[in-house]
């Protein structure tokens, strides 16, 4: 059973528009949430953060909110063309707990942005 | 050279052979974990190594065997895989367990 679920496959958006990824998870224990941007044949890189007690959290173009049940959605506003990438939701039960930095991950969502 | 790398970037082998894949950070981080993503799967965490003890193995079979001989060196020892385990192999590294995970650009593994 997948605990991090981000049910839309692929995103499609013009450029300058807003770009809108959902996830949802099921562990009630998660307690902090990652979004991880990843280009074809590179590594997953981190983009933003947000702890379970904050709603929102903004660096740059980037939000991730957090404002509905076991809901998160990371906002990308101007959405550019090098934003293209697949974004990943991961999700930690950590946080000064025992789980040692397990993070369970989303299966992606391919944004692609057009000029 | 900086971040995160892995090598080699793409391996082919049989069922037969052993293969060792290494990974090597340049963060001064504590804590190093082995990830894999199968074909449209999310990915999967494999071990965590904190300050050179494994500290979590998620249910990995015995084929695969990490190692941790520092902070900065994590290898992943393959032996008779089987075809399924083709995948990618991402190694990733925090400066302790818990905190934000930086990750290589992977292994891309395809066994015959």
């Known amino acids: 059973d997948q605990q991090v679920k981000q049910n839309s496959p692929s995103l499609s958006v013009q450029e300058g528009r807003i770009s809108i990824l959902n996830c949802d998870y099921t562990?009630?224990?998660?307690?902090?949430f990652l979004w991880y941007k990843k280009y074809p044949a590179e590594g997953p890189t981190f983009l933003i953060s947000?702890?379970?007690?904050k709603d929102k959290n903004e660096d740059g173009r980037f939000t991730v909110l957090n404002k509905s049940a076991k809901h998160l959605s990371l906002h990308i506003v101007p959405s550019q063309p090098g934003d293209s990438a697949v974004y990943f939701c991961?999700?930690?039960?950590?946080?000064?707990?025992?789980?040692?930095?397990?993070?369970?991950f989303g299966q992606g969502t391919i944004l692609t942005v057009h000029p | 050279e900086t971040g995160v790398t892995q090598t080699p970037r793409h391996l082919v082998m049989g069922m037969t052979n052993k293969k060792s894949l290494k990974c090597e950070q340049h963060?001064?981080?504590?804590?190093m974990y082995w990830y894999k993503q199968s074909a449209k799967k999310p990915l999967e965490l494999m071990f965590v190594?904190?300050?050179?003890?494994?500290?979590e193995n998620n249910s990995v079979p015995s084929r695969f065997s990490p190692e941790c001989p520092n902070s900065s060196h994590l290898f992943l020892h393959l032996h008779t895989l089987q075809p399924e385990d083709s995948a990618l192999y991402l190694c990733?590294?925090?400066?302790?367990?818990?905190?934000?995970?930086?990750f290589g650009p992977g292994t891309r593994l395809l066994v015959l």
């Open positions: 991961a999700a930690s039960e950590d946080a000064g707990g025992t789980s040692y930095g397990k993070l369970t």
């Open positions: 562990n009630s224990m998660f307690d902090y």
């Open positions: 963060l001064g981080h504590n804590a």
């Open positions: 190594y904190n300050f050179k003890e494994q500290t």
């Open positions: 990733a590294s925090s400066l302790f367990s818990g905190e934000t995970q930086y």
């Open positions: 947000i702890s379970s007690i």
